[in-house]
């Protein structure tokens, strides 16, 4: 994918919702409950405020933790992608 979002933004693959346990029960699914945890793909340089470059906090390949509302859906090659601000990951999760 060639998508280079500018500034602070992110562009994050979402991940789909666990539908089994490890040890293989099934969870119920409530379809009005949106999966808020994505991989980062790409970002932005940073950006500059209030005269002071502010960098970005996160790097290709982390897992991250996003606001539920957060950002613009973008689709490419039967993929969907979200474009957030850096200021919407809410964490990075580790150990995954």
């Known amino acids: 994918m060639n998508l280079k979002p500018?500034?602070?933004r992110v562009v994050?693959?979402?991940q789909k919702a666990q539908e089994s346990t490890?040890?293989?029960?099934?969870l119920p699914s409530d379809g009005?409950?949106?999966v808020c945890i994505g991989k980062v793909i790409s970002m932005g340089e940073g950006q500059t405020f209030d005269g002071k470059?502010?960098?970005?906090m996160v790097k290709v390949g982390d897992n991250v933790l996003?606001?539920?509302?957060?950002?613009?859906?973008?689709?490419?090659e039967?993929?969907?992608y979200l474009i957030i601000r850096?200021?919407?990951?809410l964490a990075v999760i580790e150990g995954e």
């Not at 470059?53 to 970005?56: A, F, I, L, S």
């Not at 996003?66 to 490419?76: H, L, P, R, T």
């Not at 850096?86 to 990951?89: P, R, T, Y």
């Open 32 to 34: 009005d409950e949106k």
């Open 66 to 76: 996003y606001s539920k509302f957060a950002g613009v859906s973008y689709k490419n």
């Open 53 to 56: 470059k502010v960098d970005m």
């Open 22 to 26: 490890v040890h293989g029960f099934i």
């Open 78 to 80: 039967n993929q969907n």
């Open 86 to 89: 850096q200021a919407d990951i």
């Open 12 to 14: 994050i693959l979402p």
């Open 6 to 8: 500018l500034y602070d």
